[in-house]
């Protein structure tokens, strides 16, 4: 158990249709990153945010946003949903913002119908 | 564009043999690589990392080698067993952290 709490574990949901997938970082760790795993793209990072504030950005659609509350939990926005937004979202965390070693919870897995 | 990729996508060991998992990568400006493991069903696990500036690096029962003029990354893992079964993933660490595509390996009994 990596100490990241992720919700819903599961997620079906239909096309045009808006989700947030939630994620509670381990207890310390101010840097919360969010990851898509599918089968064709492998894992890919979204978003970083650190205490609060956007960190860095990967390949994140427009369609998508995320946020870090002050009590550091995170949410990932998923909007305009598509049939190829199906994937695994995982979110991570670490202490400090450039850390190498992150934490990763157990994934949400959200199918598009 | 800049990438990091795997050379064998599954690798099967008999238990008790050393498994080695290899990674390509292109970026030359990473500060550090590192491997993480995927377990069905489970997020990624940092297992180890090692920084741009060398070579080799080891831990418990896994050593990572980096050779910058091939641009290539391995994880060496000792007396493979059972529990060893999962997916690896090299990464580089830059601005951001980018996987590669994972190599599956599966540990014979």
């Known amino acids: 158990d990596s100490g990241v709490t992720q919700t819903p574990k599961h997620l079906i949901t239909a096309t045009g249709q808006r989700v947030t997938l939630r994620c509670s970082p381990r207890?310390?760790?101010?840097?919360v990153y969010w990851y898509q795993q599918s089968l064709d793209q492998g894992l890919q990072f979204l978003i970083q945010?650190?205490?609060?504030?956007?960190?860095a950005k990967g390949n994140i659609l427009e369609r998508f946003s995320a946020q870090q509350f002050p009590d550091l939990h995170s949410e990932l926005n998923l909007s305009s949903l598509e049939l190829g937004d199906s994937a695994l979202y995982f979110c991570?965390?670490?202490?400090?913002?450039?850390?190498?070693?992150?934490?990763f919870g157990p994934g949400t897995r959200l199918t598009v119908l | 564009g800049e990438s990091v990729g795997l050379h064998l996508p599954t690798l099967s060991v008999q238990e008790g043999d050393n498994s080695i998992i290899n990674c390509a990568y292109s970026?030359?400006?990473?500060?550090?690589f590192i491997w993480y493991k995927q377990e069905s069903g489970k997020g990624p696990q940092f297992i180890i990392d090692?920084?741009?500036?060398?070579d080799k690096r080891q831990g418990q029962r896994v050593t990572v080698l980096l050779n910058k003029t091939v641009k290539h990354l391995s994880l060496q893992i000792a007396a493979t067993q059972p529990g060893d079964s999962a997916v690896y993933f090299c990464?580089?660490?830059?601005?951001?952290?980018?996987f590669g595509a994972g190599t599956r390996l599966t540990v014979k009994p």
């Open positions: 207890s310390g760790d101010l840097s």
């Open positions: 991570a965390s670490s202490v400090a913002w450039g850390e190498r070693a992150q934490y």
């Open positions: 990464a580089e660490k830059g601005t951001d952290m980018r």
């Open positions: 090692i920084r741009s500036n060398m």
């Open positions: 945010y650190y205490n609060g504030e956007e960190r």
């Open positions: 970026n030359s400006a990473s500060d550090y």
